[in-house]
């Protein structure tokens, strides 16, 4: 398993919390996927649908924390946002060459050393300040 569900910490926003955990299983099936092609299993067509899911997914996760931002004012939005962006243009350089040889050793590396850490670091940091605030206005 390339990230356990209990290693993301829990925000105040209980919607960022499922998006959260949605995307550690499409991250955790990704990583399946991706040593089910090292050992030599033709996976292109599973592994393809699922990194569509992902880049999908983290459009929805993003935008709709944006949203939840700008309905409330907090403060860090264009930080915060800033950081989805470059994350956003990060991905999907990695994803747009993943079925060549040395795109798939990049996207692989990305995936399992660049992601996990990336993503909980995210989520403890910026998604916790963030949802904090945003917990205040709604309350």
Known sequence: MLIAKDA??????DIMNEV???EVVLL???DALIERRLSGEDVEEA???RI??????VEFHFSNEERLMRET???VYPIHRGEH???RDELGTICADWRSEEGFARFAAYIRQTMPPW???HVATMDTVTAHMMSQVLA
């Open 119 to 121: 993503f909980a670091n």
């Open 47 to 49: 592994l393809g649908a």
């Open 85 to 87: 962006d470059r994350v």
């Open 73 to 75: 004012g907090v403060p």
């Open 52 to 57: 569509e899911d992902l880049m999908e997914h």
């Open 20 to 22: 959260h955990d949605e």
């Open 28 to 30: 955790n099936d990704i």
């Open 8 to 13: 993301i910490p829990q925000v105040a926003i």
